[in-house]
């Protein structure tokens, strides 16, 4: 097995503070625009709506649009798969049978629906067929610029070590959300932000466990909202229930394929029983018409890159995705870290084994501490008993006691000052965990752990 541990930088001093100015934050999300049903209709000005993307994303706004009273015309896609699907009676077309339609610019108002990477080469692609963002063009989420997350279980039954339920002694346990308190919650969020089109479900609980789940997703569905989980997949008491409601995506967290891996860091797993599991979703998935796409989460640390091929294979044939994705401790423990250097005894075994030290992973941080929170859009975050969080990357710390009481402007200008938040970026963590900035990195581990297995195929 390869080390690929970053050397740590030399700390002389810590911790290291980040300077802020006063009433300076970082993680306003109050700047963003939410689009009412009125805003939308004068945006639209009674043009033809087309959805650039008819993928997940552009799915789940024709829903939203379609909550909202909006028709669309049709979808608009380039991928020859796409272009012989319709969607809930809605066609695609390609983009250049779109801009060939007859006085298209003044007929037609267009949504992207994509990656922000796909989004940038279509609105070049609009503005050079005379398109104008925000005249006759806009990207979905102007429309809906958050991303709500509600702990839908305060529980769970792993203790992963980098993961603040990795010592009983850190988190109390929680409990389970009611299906009648989430329909509140989702009430209250589709009034606010009339066209929220993804909910995720988890936040440091194991959704899974709560047996309300699938009525949660179905009410979702019934309002088009996409369900967003990540499970570790240990409980499958109620998977099957689930899958019976169609969600959109499952995310399933590993980190190690095999019983001298998995544990180390699945404190408390057996990867017998993981094996099972996934053998289990793979048939249930496939047996609905695999109208449920999964994604394999891979925390990648330094005893388990050596089976990145194993999970690969595995994702292949079961026909899931594979996301691997750079391990690190969570922010509780960095925030303590960053302080005076210390961690609790149950987050020291994940620590010594990520693949960037600690030290650098702060550097980083740091380097980028004059940048926005990557976590802005993430509000509002409702924890299992209807409190409100000011993060999703923070414990329990609360902001409201209960959501269903505060209006959403309010809940954002808490947060917004709140002391969490302050803390966080006097540490620069408020851009912790910044996945994209790492994935040159975690693609050059998963070459380097995969490519002997290709070169002893070609010398068969
Ligand atoms: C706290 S978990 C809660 C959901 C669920 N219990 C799970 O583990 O998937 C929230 C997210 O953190 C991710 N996560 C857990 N440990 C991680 C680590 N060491 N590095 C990066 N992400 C991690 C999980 O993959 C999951 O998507
Ligand atoms: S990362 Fe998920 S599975 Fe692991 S202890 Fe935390 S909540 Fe549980
Ligand atoms: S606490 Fe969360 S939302 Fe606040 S600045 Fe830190 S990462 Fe951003």
């Known amino acids: 097995m390869s080390t690929n541990k970053i050397i740590p930088l030399k700390v002389e001093t810590r911790p290291a503070v980040v300077p802020l100015a006063a009433g300076e934050s970082k993680c306003d999300a109050g700047r963003y625009h939410v689009y009412s049903i009125d805003d939308a209709r004068r945006l639209f000005g009674g043009r033809k709506i087309y ?3 008819a993928g997940q994303k552009g799915r789940g706004f024709w829903q939203a649009l379609n909550r909202c009273g909006f028709t669309v015309e049709s979808f608009i ?25 007859p006085d298209v610019r003044d007929n037609a108002f267009v949504l992207t629906a994509s990656v922000d990477i796909k989004n940038k080469v279509m609105f070049e692609e609009l503005q050079r067929h005379g398109f104008e963002r925000g005249v006759s063009f806009e ?18 039954n792993l203790r992963c070590s980098s993961c603040i339920r990795s010592d009983k002694s850190l988190i109390e346990d929680g409990n389970y959300m009611s299906y009648e308190d989430y329909e509140k919650v989702i009430t209250k969020m589709v009034g606010e932000i009339p066209f929220v089109y993804l909910v995720d479900l988890y936040v440091f609980g194991e959704p899974m466990l709560n047996k309300d789940l699938p009525r ?43 019983e001298a891996t998995y544990d180390v860091t699945h404190t408390g797993g057996k990867w017998s029983k993981l094996e099972k599991h996934l053998q289990t979703l793979a048939e249930l998935v496939s047996e609905r018409g695999h109208r449920t796409i999964v994604e394999v989460y891979y925390h990648l640390y330094q005893h388990n890159q050596h089976e990145i091929g194993v999970i690969k294979d595995l994702c292949a044939r079961y026909g899931f995705r594979f996301h691997p994705s750079l391990a690190v401790l969570f922010s509780d423990f960095a925030l303590q870290y960053s302080r005076d250097g210390t961690l609790p005894d149950s987050a020291k075994v994940a620590n010594e084994l990520t693949l960037i030290a600690m030290d650098r992973l702060l550097q980083d941080c740091r380097d980028h501490a004059d940048l926005n929170c990557i976590l802005t859009r993430i509000v509002p975050v409702i924890n299992w008993d209807l409190s409100v969080m000011p993060c999703c990357n923070y414990t329990y710390s609360k902001i409201a006691p209960n959501y269903l009481d505060v209006p959403l402007a309010e809940l954002i200008r808490e947060r917004t000052h709140s002391s969490v938040c302050a803390n966080c970026q006097s540490h620069a963590l408020h851009r ?11 693609a050059r581990i998963v070459a380097e752990n995969t490519q002997p297995a290709l070169d002893e195929a070609a010398a068969d």
């Open 139 to 156: 990207n979905i989420q102007t429309l809906s610029p958050f991303y709500p997350t509600i702990e839908v279980t305060g529980l769970c």
């Open 216 to 258: 949660m997703i179905r009410l979702n569905n019934r309002l088009g909202l996409a369900s967003g989980m990540s499970t570790n997949l240990y409980s499958i008491k109620h998977l099957k229930a689930v899958l019976d409601e169609f969600p959109a995506q499952i995310r399933v967290s590993l980190s190690g394929a095999s």
């Open 77 to 101: 896609d380039s991928s020859p798969e796409m272009l012989t699907k319709s969607f809930m009676g809605v066609g695609t077309i390609s983009p250049d049978n779109f801009f060939a339609l």
């Open 432 to 442: 912790w965990n910044n996945q994209g900035f790492y994935s040159d990195f975690v």
């Open 51 to 53: 959805l650039w993307g």
